[in-house]
């Protein structure tokens, strides 16, 4: 399994709640999910991560009861939430692109 | 610690942590909850999988704090945490945390007890409505304010810049109320206006107005201060309509005035209010005598939009006129605006100038605390410069570093403003409670407000946070691997540091301390054999005021003379004298001369001003004057006798040219009566140990009779306390003539000591800050020395171990401290002899050049540095340089 980048673990938990309205450790099974659980994530480390989105007001936390009738807390995007996950992605899908072409790339004078 | 956990608590309360702190935990649980029925799921025991997904989730705490790291809210976390760090490490060095602690409380204590007396005197407004538009009309010529009553009433009642003009004057007169037992009490006397203009409400009943006086004795009414009301009359709201005698004369109980004010003089408080027009039946002037200025001060509130040039212009214009209708009565009519609480320039001008002196020297005081705390803390730094640089090399940042040093500074300034606030409050509440004269009501009002607590714990703040950071140089510079690798002894480059600058700082400010502290005992000292012109050894005085006890007109002479024959007869008397006031004691009034060839009376042609006194036949012996020519007066010098004058030699001079041939000459009295001097005194003093040599003039009280009357009562020389014994004689006798009669006693000393008061506090005050400063020296040249020792206790030990002598041990050990002191001495001496000069405001004869002076300085100073080096020195010798080679 893969190590995080740093700084990537926001925009992942942003698009693991952008399918619908997860409580934290529903989060975690969605990215394990969705990148095929090839990413190595602390179950501990989402929580700092989840607690400053809602600070800083991309996602809003509800308290619910859970498909295993647990209560749980829920979390979903904000409106800014969402403009922010579509904003990461392109930077992101920009980053990952010019990365790759570059490490492609054959030395020419090889 | 139960106190701090609540505090902690309340902190956490502040910022919803205790809730947040509970969300958290139940969504983490929620979190483990689920993953273990996933677990579960897969086959596990509840109990196992629940195990397990503890595990994986792993410490719970860890993550909280991230969580609140990442929420920013954890700055209230780490202070508490920075404090608690610091608290522990400041326990473990209770030296340092005392020293630095003491340091700053005195100083702290000795500037809020200054500012706050400063505050009191000169900042806070009078309690009165708007005071920052009241002012006293004083003379233009001279620091006072006192007017005839007719001139106040044309001054009111003409002026067009003032809405009310007040008058006051104080005066002291027999109070019975009917309990028996007489007493003494100063009243003031005030315009009808005087309540309603300055806008207050009585605490009680009411107060007089403007509209009830009808001329002389039209209104008998007080109006009792609140603190005489609860002191003399126990609260008792029954004294509304209660009738009293005020000098035998009945006077109605109108109302009580508001607890904090106390008529709008800072230093006197009244026991009553009596209206002003009452006046001529409590003392012996009229409402109509032009020329009498008996009126003490006038007051007014300038009225909106007029500048004090303008109400200047219009009183000096009033002022004219009234110098042009009454030429023989007016002079010395132009005016001045000035603040009214301390008498105008009159105590402003000496409290401002010594307020300012004392302040700067207390500023002084702070200034050396604060160089005594760097010099602390650098040496702590330098103490602790291998902890620091561990702590640097296992990772700490420097941010860290210094901020765990700030916080100690901090909580070391707070506790050392606190503490000193503590003490300079329990100061100044005695200050503000004591009665220094029992004859006067004299009130120092110096209770801290809000100001005071506010600029103490700025100044504890500001110096404790600025010398914190002396060391922050050297937190930065250090680099862990030298000191690691150097041990403690760090890096051992002798230049001139920081810490050097405020050693010789410190030491110097000290010894300007130190310098002007002898320089006021010294005057002190001097003051006391200062030339009087009378002897205050073995004598009493008693003060009868024959007006309060109903004796006037033709009564007074014959009553004088039974007091003196009665006075003859106590045993232990040695010669009795009567005078209307006698020098430095109260009521000492002025006369103006003219020369016998003046052509006419009008003030322009004044001879001179001198002091006048009404005395006895047998005045000079008792009092111990000597009489360089002439005679005494005799009983023969009365009312049918031609009138006859003693002068001392400074009137001599002013009036005659010389002393020599004075007597058998005559000069005038305003009235035009030609006196015949019979007499020549030696100078003296009259009012004030200060004052430049005025001239006195003494007339026989039998040829102008007057009913304040001061017994002078000496004492056959004998026993040690003969004058105390002869005073309870005096009292005796005194009731048996008449038992109503209020009588003050006192020692002839007594009345010099309410002048000296003055000067007095000054040069306790000066004694207290050069005891401050010679503290202070000695904790820095100790805090130096012991050191400087400490650190060098290893190489001492090499030395003495290879055979140095006692002397070159000490030598290496103190050199450098005592080079230090010896070059802040200096400097203070010299600064201390230049500073002499602020120091003439307010010391008698200030002299920073006296050669004992300076050889006291210099003595002290070096006793100071005995004292400070000792135990350093004692642990230097006695170095054992086996043990400390062991050691390391």
Redesign the interface.
Known sequence: MAQLLPGTLDLLILRAVSLGPLHGYGILLRIGQISGNALLIEQGALYPGLFRLVKQGLLKSSWGTSENNRKAKFYELTVAGRKRLQEETESWNRLAGAIAAALSQQPEEA | MRLLDSLRFRFAALFQREQMNA??V???R??I???A?DLERAGMTREDAERRARI?????G??KE??H???GNHLVETIWQDVRLSLRTLRKSPGFLAASVLTLALAISANAVVFSVLNAFLLRPLNVAHPSSLYQLQHANEASSYQSYPDYIDLRDRNRSFDSVMAFTADEVGLDSGQGDPSEIWIEEASGNYFDALGLQPYLGRFFHASEEHGADSAPDIVLSYEYWHTYFHDDRSVVGRVVRLNRHPFTILGVAPQDFNGTLMFFNPAMFVPLVEHPVLGSNDLTTRGDHWVFDVIGYLKPGVTQAQAVADLNGIGKALEKAYPKDESNMAFTLRRPGLYGDYLGQPVKAFMAALMSLTMLILLAACANLGGLFAARAAERSREVALRLALGSTRTRILRSLLTEALLISLAGGAVGLAGSVALLHALTAWRPFTSWPIHLAVNPDANVYIVALLLALVSGLLFGAVPVRQVLDTNPYEVVKAGTGGSSRRRVGVRDILLVAQIAICAVLVTSSLVAVRGMVHSRSAALGFDVEHSMLAEVDLGMAGYTGDRVAPMQKRLMETMQRVPGAQSVALADAVPFGMGVGDAIVFPDSAPDLLPAHAAAKPYLFHVSPDYFRAAGTRLLAGREFQWQDDKDAPRVAVVNEEFARLVFGSANGATGRAFKLKDGTRVEVVGIAEDGKYYNLTEEQQPALFIPILQAPNASTVLLVRAAPGTENAALLLGTAMRRSLRNVDATMPVIIETRAAPLQVMMFGPRMATISLGVLGLMGALLSITGVFGMAAYSVSKRLKELGIRMALGAQRREVLAAALGRPVKLLALGSATGLLLGILAGKVLTYIVYEANSHDPLVLGGVVVAMALLGLLATWIPAQRAMSVNPLILLRDE
Not at chain 2, 56 to 60: L, P, V
Request: glycine fraction near 8%.
């Open positions: 969300e958290m139940d969504e983490l929620s979190h909850a689920h993953r029925d994986e989730f792993g410490g719970q860890k993550y991230e969580i790291a990442s929420l």
